[in-house]
């Protein structure tokens, strides 16, 4: 990403900044999940580790950013969606 930014600066492409909004673009989504996620875990950690007494497959998931399998934000919506299909459970309709 640097590489391709001061190339583009030196070929008179693109200015420096688009380093900055590439690195904005790219990382800072996940860096503000993380820290919201972090905020609600210190804030209430009996809560935090109560959920994952319950719901030990949560941090398999979290392992998975650790690893690079995947970011905060595909973890949340993973959260997300399997809080959903465990409070809403959808019924078969088909047949």
Not at 42 to 55: K, S, T, V
Request: charged content about 25%; glycine content about 8%; proline content about 4%.
């Amino acid at each position: 990403m640097a590489a391709e930014a001061i190339g583009a600066a030196f070929a008179g492409r693109e200015e420096v900044a688009s380093y900055d909004r590439a690195v904005r673009e790219t990382f800072y989504p996940d860096f503000e999940r993380a820290a919201r996620m972090a905020k609600w875990i210190y804030a209430f950690p009996g809560l935090y580790l109560e959920a994952i007494r319950l719901h030990p497959g949560a941090v398999d998931l979290y392992l998975g950013i650790l690893r690079g399998e995947r970011t905060y934000c595909q973890f949340w919506k993973e959260v997300q969606w399997a809080f959903v299909r465990k409070f809403i459970p959808f019924k078969n309709t088909a047949g």
